[in-house]
């Protein structure tokens, strides 16, 4: 059956959020409903809300770093039971039979259902996210939550977390490795942490002075200021791996002398042209790569949580109200957040 759930929406590109009645659809024999308890804020909401890259349907309802309690489990549901915590990321479906299904990479499905602003593959309704009381999900796209793992903080996992693990993994970190972070925010942070916790000696680069202190005590081994020459010089040829967070447009010009032979800079940040153009030269002549990652599969996904809980590794965040979210993306577009909100949806429950 179909339920009315409190939700916080955008009406336009032009218009804050505010609050929304949004209709959920009712749980087939293979999906979890879940109440949800707490959901990350994520530039991509944002991103979305303002129209920012041209394909937003409104109303839109954001969100997909989400962690919740299952309400209910369909017929055919084996794995989760009710009050079991669970989480949900930016995906909530897919084809399951194609080459990217079939190795675990439903994110680069070319059917891919994304948690909002996706349509629904059976229904062709609007997918609508994780700003809700609840979400209904295919069990396939539901994730368990480690036990003891902070809930609150577990909620950036499903896409800050998630979005750093893969290239981490795909490029095969471990102790020996040297990887180095672009910018220290939401996603930076994390790349800090979990990088460290697979024992590579971990390197930020920053343009702003004054983040040794925070970029130490996340994990950090070295900091060094991209905008000084001499510190850029005494890096050269030295990292595996260098993982970009930057989510604007910036010069990655710079960093491709630091990476080793057939070291790689992955973009997981920023979506667009490259100005100034990518120099080919240093790349070619010293078998360097530059590549691409979007967020990680289901099963990676879940490995990265289960490191996680294992490790007792979260995101460090603010906790906001439903009510303070456009307050909330004026300070992330200011970067004033260390380092990912994460509103309590137990709020909700004040709007009529």
């Known amino acids: 059956m179909n339920s009315n759930v409190r939700a916080y929406a955008a009406a336009s590109a032009?218009?804050?959020?505010?609050?929304?009645?949004?209709?959920?659809?009712?749980?087939?024999?293979?999906?979890?409903?879940?109440?949800?308890?707490?959901?990350?804020?994520?530039?991509?909401?944002?991103?979305?809300?303002?129209?920012?890259?041209?394909?937003?349907t409104y109303p839109i309802v954001p969100g997909h770093e989400i962690i919740g309690r299952v309400a209910s489990?369909?017929?055919?549901?084996?794995?989760?039971?009710?009050?079991?915590?669970?989480g949900v990321g930016c995906m909530v479906d897919s084809c399951?039979?194609?080459?990217?299904?079939?190795?675990?990479?439903?994110?680069?499905?070319?059917?891919?259902?994304?948690?909002?602003?996706?349509?629904?593959?059976?229904?062709?309704?609007?997918?609508?996210?994780?700003?809700s009381e609840k979400i209904v999900v295919n069990q396939k796209f539901v994730l368990r939550v480690p036990d003891g793992l902070d809930l609150k903080g577990a909620a950036p996992l499903l896409c800050a977390g998630i979005t750093t693990w893969a290239p981490l993994k795909n490029y095969g970190v471990g102790p020996g490795s040297k990887v180095a972070v672009v910018g220290l925010g939401g996603l930076g942070h994390m790349a800090i942490k979990l990088a460290k916790a697979l024992g590579a000696e971990v390197t930020l680069f920053t343009r702003s002075a004054g983040k040794e202190a925070?970029?130490?005590?996340?994990?950090?081994?070295?900091?060094?200021?991209?905008?000084?020459?001499?510190?850029?010089?005494?890096?050269?040829?030295?990292?595996?791996?260098?993982?970009?967070t930057v989510p604007y447009l910036h010069d990655t010009?710079?960093?491709?002398?630091?990476?080793?032979?057939?070291?790689?800079?992955?973009?997981?940040?920023y979506l667009g042209p490259l100005e100034p153009a990518l120099n080919s030269m240093p790349m070619v002549i010293g078998g360097k790569a530059v590549a691409g990652s979007l967020i990680g599969g289901i099963p990676a996904t879940q490995e990265m949580l289960d490191f996680c809980g294992k490790h007792n590794i979260t995101s460090d965040i603010e906790v906001i109200n439903m009510q303070d979210i456009n307050d909330a993306y004026e300070r992330m577009l200011k970067s004033d957040v260390k380092y990912r909100f994460v509103i309590d949806m137990a709020s909700l429950k004040q709007e009529a």
């Open 14 to 56: 032009a218009t804050p959020l505010g609050p929304f009645r949004l209709i959920r659809r009712g749980a087939r024999k293979d999906d979890v409903e879940i109440e949800i308890l707490y959901c990350g804020v994520c530039h991509s909401d944002l991103h979305t809300a303002r129209n920012d890259w041209g394909w937003t």
């Open 73 to 86: 489990v369909g017929a055919d549901v084996t794995g989760f039971k009710v009050g079991d915590h669970v």
């Open 214 to 244: 925070d970029a130490r005590r996340l994990g950090a081994d070295h900091i060094v200021l991209s905008t000084d020459a001499a510190q850029m010089a005494a890096v050269a040829v030295r990292f595996h791996l260098i993982v970009d």
């Open 253 to 269: 010009n710079p960093y491709i002398p630091t990476l080793r032979f057939k070291g790689t800079l992955v973009l997981v940040g």
């Open 96 to 131: 399951g039979h194609c080459e990217a299904c079939d190795e675990g990479h439903e994110q680069h499905c070319p059917e891919s259902t994304y948690t909002y602003g996706g349509v629904d593959r059976q229904d062709g309704q609007r997918t609508q996210g994780g700003y």
